[in-house]
């Protein structure tokens, strides 16, 4: 059985940064994509970064330059490195891989307070 947990997240003024982490466990390899999603208060999940088994990346446009994702395949763990947060960055945050089929993590609250 997949999972996947978070840590990372927590309240910070803007400006500031966080990292998340989330490692993915159970019988698992091999994971083609990674990433991280986010939803804020009364609007859809969206898109923040994901990174290929080949290290190939997206971004958001809201996040470019600001985030940066990246993975220990050795640890089966994923990274969002979070500079210059804005309050319009608070939300949940959720972990996702691609492994056969879609897991999500639990997610994880980050507030950035102006």
């Known amino acids: 059985q997949v999972q996947l947990v978070e840590s990372g997240g927590g309240l910070v003024q803007a400006g500031g940064s966080l990292r998340l982490s989330c490692a993915a466990s159970g019988s698992i390899f091999s994971i083609n994509v990674m990433g991280w999603y986010r939803q804020a208060p009364g609007k859809q999940r969206e898109l923040v970064a994901i990174?290929?088994?080949?290290?190939?990346?997206n971004y958001a446009d809201s996040v470019k330059g600001r985030f940066t994702i990246s993975r220990d395949n050795a640890k089966n763990t994923v990274y969002l490195q979070m500079n210059s947060l804005k309050p319009e960055d608070t939300a949940v945050y959720y972990c996702?891989?691609?492994w056969g089929r879609g897991y999500w993590g639990q997610g994880t609250q980050v507030t950035v307070s102006s």
């Open positions: 996702y891989i691609d």
């Open positions: 990174i290929t088994s080949g290290v190939s990346t």
